[in-house]
């Protein structure tokens, strides 16, 4: 019984042990000292200013653990940044009790800004057995270079490990070098799959109000789902005239990395505003008068000039009969859009002004006076 009470307090010490020790009897030992370098070359420009090189290392632990604010990182070499030529620049740090060293290349020379490649895509997809070249994949790309300017011609591209007869996925590389040998690389995705890839999942012709803003056309295009966040997609508009009614064609094309998919729509201009009227309510003609509307309204339209719309009276009334009449004035412009405009026609009595009047006496009297007068001249000869 004693034996066993002593195994069941053992047991329990070592169960407390294993307790504080965070479940970690056999813990790794953390010391040690190692110094990781952030890049293996740097270059320096000439006559520059030299780097902090501290800024390319860290310092862990054996248990990988960043320890560079807690030690004493030494540089142990220097670089004469006025002569060209290639440094090593050392390192060496110690920590509890064990020290560490490396050494950083760096480069001094006139040039050392690296071409800059542009117009590549980071993925790039062929359908399974395609014949794929170069021409492929460099026929948009461009470098330029700080120094020798447009070096577009000096771009290779590695496709040596694609297997197009396998679906899959490979990578390219593109590289590019200047005069100064300062290289730029840059590695893309190669897809290689069983069937042509399909973008665009809906498309219809556009109607669209004339001397209206461009529409926006990404409203009229749905891409499927899977491609959407990563498409972009451009409209050929140019022949198409937003203040002139007809039918156009608008070209969509949605690229998906080195995939296009193009589809053309017509986008027909149409007018469907009506015209409009303004003018008098109440019109008042006298007996026998013409009537003619457009004394008395004004027609406009968002499309056509005036001389274009028609211009019509619905409804029954007669010049030559007195009364009130109520009509509508009718106004249609080419595309058949009518507006509406109620008034009310009122013939009345028609009556001469006292200056008619007095105009018809005046020349009766002068008429009158005229004739007497070359009647009294003719019989006075006479009598000669």
């Known amino acids: 019984m004693k034996k066993i009470f002593q195994a069941l307090v053992m047991l329990c010490v070592l169960v407390l042990v294993y307790m504080i020790h965070g479940f970690n009897v056999n813990a790794k030992d953390c010391g040690g000292v190692n110094i990781i370098l952030l890049q293996d070359e740097i270059k320096v420009e000439l006559n520059g200013e030299e780097p902090n090189y501290e800024d390319f290392v860290k310092v862990v632990d054996d248990c990988n653990t960043d320890i560079t604010n807690i030690v ?117 995705e190669v897809h290689i799959i069983e069937s042509e890839l399909l973008l665009i999942k809906g498309l219809s012709n556009i109607t669209y109000e004339v001397n209206q803003d461009e529409p926006d056309y990404n409203t009229y295009i749905t891409v499927y789902d899977e491609y959407k966040n990563d498409v972009e997609i451009f409209f050929d508009t140019d022949d198409v005239e937003y203040d002139v009614i007809g039918s156009y064609n608008v070209t969509f094309t949605v690229k998906y990395y080195n995939i296009e998919e193009t589809k053309t729509v017509t986008i027909n201009i149409v007018d469907t505003e009506k015209p409009t009227i303004t003018g008098a309510k109440k019109i008042t003609i006298e007996k026998g008068d013409y009537f003619n509307p457009f004394k008395y309204f004004t027609v406009e339209d968002n499309y056509d000039d005036e001389d274009d719309i028609e211009l019509k009276i619905s409804g029954h009334y007669s010049i030559d009969e007195i009364g009130e009449y109520d009509l509508v004035a009718i106004a249609k412009d080419k595309s058949g859009n009518e507006f509406r405009y109620n008034f009310q026609l009122k013939v009345v009595k028609a009556e001469k002004s006292n200056l008619v009047l007095w105009v018809s006496v005046i020349l009766g009297v002068v008429v009158v006076g005229a004739s007497g007068t070359l009647y009294f001249i003719r019989k006075k000869k006479g009598n000669l």
């Not at 390192?91 to 006139?110: F, P």
């Not at 026929?139 to 496709?159: E, F, H, P, R």
């Open 72 to 188: 004493q990182v030494n540089v142990t070499d220097t670089v004469n940044v006025n002569i060209p030529g290639n440094y090593e620049v050392g390192y060496m740090v110690g920590y509890g009790g064990k020290v560490d060293q490396e050494k950083l290349r760096v480069v001094v020379k006139e040039d050392i800004i690296n071409p800059e490649l542009n117009g590549y895509h980071e993925k790039y997809f062929f359908i399974k057995d395609s014949d794929i070249t170069a021409d492929d994949f460099l026929t948009d790309v461009t470098a330029t270079d700080n120094k020798d300017g447009d070096v577009t011609d000096d771009i290779t591209i590695d496709i040596s490990n694609i297997d197009s007869t396998a679906v899959g996925k490979y990578e390219a590389k593109f590289s590019v070098a200047d005069s100064s040998d300062n290289l730029t690389e840059v590695t893309v």
